[in-house]
């Protein structure tokens, strides 16, 4: 299992002085499969006018979590899990040490072989906190519903409000299921500077909309030409 750091609580347990579990609402953000369905959506490379702005996204994730009514406020987690290939280790330490000035406490783990992701280690942290705390609301960035959607569904069961936040073109297993709430994340307000160059599916003008190619066709014929060899 993955160490995870210690969140502030009011002992070192993770319980309070009533020796009751702490109340959280935990944000995970899968950095590769965000970044790489952002990619996909958008049929380009990303560029910084097409990243989400990681600032608004805390704050509707802070505003998500107060509740009025409560004598005392959920504490709030926001943590983003991160592939860091050598090579490019030098170009993300900018952008890890900005995570951190938003608030955001970041996991990095080195990409040395292909297969190497971060799933597991969110998967982990998730439950370490469901254990120190009283998780009552998960919010997961990530249209993975290979790796997510049973724990995920699991946590729902047990009484956690599940968020799922992605991409409406690939999270299929969220929008779908009955434990799980979705929203893109494009909705989210002020996600992005600019609306991302996208024809949702689940928002078509009456009239229809067409949705441009994002790769030329001589390219994806020549892909499968070569794979037949």
């Not at 590769?32 to 994730?61: E, H, K, Q, Y």
Request: some cysteine.
């Amino acid at each position: 299992m993955t160490e995870t750091y210690a969140v502030e609580t009011t002992s070192d347990d993770g319980y309070d002085a009533d020796g009751v579990r702490p109340a959280l609402d935990l944000l995970v953000w899968d950095a590769p499969n965000i970044d790489m369905t952002l990619a996909n959506v958008i049929g380009a490379r990303p560029t910084a006018a097409s990243r989400p702005r990681f600032d608004a996204i805390a704050a509707w994730f802070v505003d998500g979590a107060e509740d009025p009514g409560a004598p005392v406020q959920p504490e709030v987690e926001a943590c983003v899990f991160a592939n860091v290939p050598p090579q490019h280790a030098t170009s993300l330490q900018r952008w890890v040490e900005a995570l951190r000035s938003f608030g955001y406490a970041v996991f990095a783990r080195p990409k040395l072989q292909p297969d190497d992701d971060i799933d597991q280690s969110m998967l982990d942290h998730i439950s370490v906190r469901a254990h120190s705390h009283q998780l009552r609301r998960l919010v997961v960035f990530s249209g993975d519903g290979r790796n997510f959607a049973e724990p995920l569904e699991d946590l729902a069961r047990s009484g956690t409000e599940v968020v799922v936040v992605a991409f409406s073109e690939v999270a299929g297993y969220a929008i779908t299921s009955d434990l799980l709430h979705f929203v893109d994340i494009e909705d989210v307000p002020g996600a992005f500077a600019v609306p991302l160059d996208r024809v949702r599916l689940d928002a078509l003008p009456v009239d229809g909309a067409w949705l441009r190619p994002t790769k030329s066709l001589r390219d994806a014929a020549g892909a499968f030409t070569a794979r037949r060899g």
